[in-house]
């Protein structure tokens, strides 16, 4: 199996039922073709660099997944057919670690107050 991510961009104005549809298809052909669905992530609407189908705006979904090559024509296929999907790309990330994200989310290290006054009065005096 192989590991991919797949960003699909959405209407705008849909309702939260027909995004629910789309997000449920995509989840129901991986299931379908033994994949394994790690992460299915809104990005919320954000400004495209260029309309498309006379949309300035879209909304952007994540979805991290393992699956084989019959998995990604499938859902390729299904993306292309659904008129509510503006755009879609996947790309294979086995290869290139990096890119990988992890299964956890890592929690951000908040500095001690007196260690963030240190390092503000050290900016300071290097100005």
């Known amino acids: ?16 039922d027909d995004i629910k549809t789309v997000t449920t298809k995509a989840q129901d052909v991986i299931s ?8 299915m992530d809104d990005w919320g609407v954000r400004k495209l660099a260029y309309p498309i189908k006379k ?15 019959a998995l990604i024509a499938e859902l390729e296929r299904r993306l292309r057919l659904d008129d ?5 790309q996947s790309v294979n990330i086995t290869d290139q670690p990096e890119r990988i994200v992890p299964e956890k989310k890592v929690e951000p290290e ?3 107050e007196e260690t963030m ?4 009065a050290a900016e300071e005096a290097a100005e």
Request: charged letters at 30%.
């Open 1 to 16: 199996m192989r590991k991919y991510e797949t960003i699909f961009i959405l209407h705008p104005e849909l309702s939260e």
């Open 32 to 39: 379908s073709y033994k994949g394994e669905c790690f992460r």
């Open 55 to 69: 949309s300035a705006r879209g909304r952007y979904y994540y979805l991290r997944f393992d699956g084989n090559s």
């Open 84 to 88: 509510k999907v503006l755009r879609y």
């Open 110 to 112: 908040i500095m001690p």
């Open 117 to 120: 006054e240190e390092t503000t």
